[in-house]
């Protein structure tokens, strides 16, 4: 009896420094630094991933900034960052963009786009018709569309955004934008867009669903079709496009590391999700 207690108090020792050692032992060697521009529509799934990605790598460094998608492939290609965020593949040529020779894009994730409007505005649902109409400034009343007589305040992103490119393809089918008038704004960012829409009146604007959740905006109905992650996933609401990150050739050592994170079933499922992105296995 007194040598089975000895062997069991052994294990238990034995189990406990085991235990003490294994993080040591386990502590990742990666290291490295991580520049990432471009996206804002990425934006919080790009911090909220290197976030994690550094508790398990701390000797990885990670800074990221957003300016819209085109200056990510741009970053890339003068060599002032190693990971572009783009809201389309810039591998390929898209409309009034040229694709960047040698660069690599990495799906990242599912981006659904909305129209969104001030909350005061007393309009939940647009055809594809009248939205066309309203961007292209012939319809300038909200009155014309169901609202109430007041006149439409348009707010825009400027050339270069991720999220412009792919509101006018998808959701105004490759329809004009108004840029300039009195019933008109600009917004730099996702985040400016965010604010001038809660903030102005009468306002319409477009945005990705993850800056819509708690806001003083609403998502529109576009064709009677709300612009939800199950109507994505339907293929019912079609205004939506991958997220990318381009890379200067195949990404290698802590940059491929991190896009591995990103993708991987783990964070995909897990704050992805929580963000209100979609999945890339979600789509087939």
Same mark, same amino acid.
């Given at each position: 009896? @007194?040598?089975?207690?000895?062997?069991?108090?052994?294990?238990?020792?034995?189990?406990?420094?085991? *235990?003490?050692?294994? /993080?040591? $032992?386990?502590? $990742?060697?990666? #290291?490295?630094?991580?520049?990432?521009?471009?996206?804002?529509?990425? &934006? %919080?799934?790009?911090l909220q991933a290197a976030n994690?990605?550094?508790k398990l790598n701390p000797k990885v460094k990670i800074s990221a900034s957003a300016a819209g998608s085109v200056t990510g492939p741009q970053a890339v290609r003068k060599g002032i960052a190693d990971i572009g965020a783009c809201d389309w593949d810039a591998s390929t040529d898209v409309p009034g963009f040229k694709k960047f020779e040698g660069q690599v894009a990495s799906k990242v994730a599912v981006i659904p786009f909305a129209a969104v409007v001030n $909350?005061?505005? =007393?309009v939940d649902n &647009?055809?594809?018709?009248?939205?066309?109409?309203?961007?292209?400034?012939k319809i300038t009343n909200w009155k014309d569309v169901g609202g109430d007589?007041?006149?439409?305040?348009? +707010?825009?992103? /400027?050339?270069?955004?991720?999220?412009?490119?792919?509101?006018?393809q998808k959701a105004l089918e490759g329809g004009t934008l108004m840029d300039k008038g009195n019933n008109?704004?600009?917004?730099?960012?996702?985040?400016?867009? @965010?604010?001038?829409?809660? *903030?102005? /009146?009468?306002?319409i604007g477009y945005i990705d669903l993850v800056y819509v959740a708690g806001s003083k905006m609403k998502a529109l109905k576009l064709n009677n079709v709300s612009p939800t992650e199950a109507n994505v996933i339907n293929g019912t609401?079609? +205004?939506?496009?991958?997220?990318?990150?381009?890379?200067?050739?195949?990404?290698?050592?802590?940059? =491929?590391?991190?896009?591995?994170?990103?993708?991987?079933?783990?964070?995909?499922?897990? #704050?992805?999700? =929580? &963000?209100?992105?979609? %999945? &890339?296995?979600?789509i087939k």
């Open positions: 009896m @007194k040598f089975i207690k000895s062997l069991s108090v052994a294990a238990m020792a034995i189990a406990l420094i085991t *235990t003490a050692v294994a /993080p040591a $032992s386990a502590a $990742s060697t990666l #290291s490295g630094k991580i520049v990432i521009n471009g996206s804002s529509a990425l &934006l %919080p799934l790009t994690e990605f550094k $909350s005061g505005v =007393k &647009l055809s594809t018709q009248q939205l066309k109409d309203i961007f292209s400034g007589d007041a006149t439409i305040i348009v +707010v825009n992103r /400027p050339f270069g955004s991720g999220t412009r490119v792919n509101f006018q008109t704004k600009t917004a730099a960012k996702s985040g400016d867009m @965010k604010t001038n829409i809660e *903030t102005t /009146p009468n306002s609401y079609k +205004v939506w496009n991958y997220g990318y990150f381009m890379t200067k050739g195949q990404p290698t050592g802590a940059t =491929k590391a991190f896009i591995d994170y990103i993708r991987s079933t783990k964070f995909q499922n897990g #704050s992805l999700k =929580k &963000l209100k992105f979609i %999945p &890339l296995s979600a």
